[in-house]
């Protein structure tokens, strides 16, 4: 089984920074795309940037500009570097990683338990 743990969400104030952590952890061969999405409520989950292993992202056009994603292929971890935020960027942010497993082998797609972020305005 493939583990996947946020961390870093929070309360702050309208135009300020957080960062987000996910680490995936477990009998991993190889990560493909680690990503974040967001989910508001009364909202679908939506997609927030997604990264690919040779390093390539993915952004919504609502964090352009604003949201920074990386991530450190040793450790299985992404970041969310989320600056300039808005009230409108609240919600419970989702990481999501997916590659192969094994033994034995397989591939997969796992999702954390999802962190708060919320604005203030």
């Known amino acids: 089984q493939v583990q996947v743990v946020e961390s870093g969400g929070g309360l702050v104030q309208f135009g300020g920074s957080l960062r987000l952590s996910c680490a995936a952890s477990?009998?991993?061969?190889?990560?493909?795309?680690m990503g974040w999405y967001r989910q508001a409520p009364g909202n679908q989950r939506e997609l927030v940037a997604t990264i690919a292993s040779g390093g390539s992202t993915r952004y919504a056009d609502s964090v352009k500009g604003r949201f920074t994603i990386s991530r450190d292929n040793a450790k299985n971890t992404v970041y969310l570097q989320m600056n300039s935020l808005k009230p409108e960027d609240t919600a419970v942010y989702y990481c999501?990683?997916?590659?192969?497993?094994?033994?034995?082998?397989?591939?997969?797609?796992?999702w954390g338990q999802g962190t708060q972020v919320t604005v203030s305005s």
């Open positions: 999501n990683a997916a590659g192969f497993r094994g033994p034995p082998y397989t591939s997969f797609i796992s």
């Open positions: 477990g009998n991993i061969v190889s990560i493909n795309a």
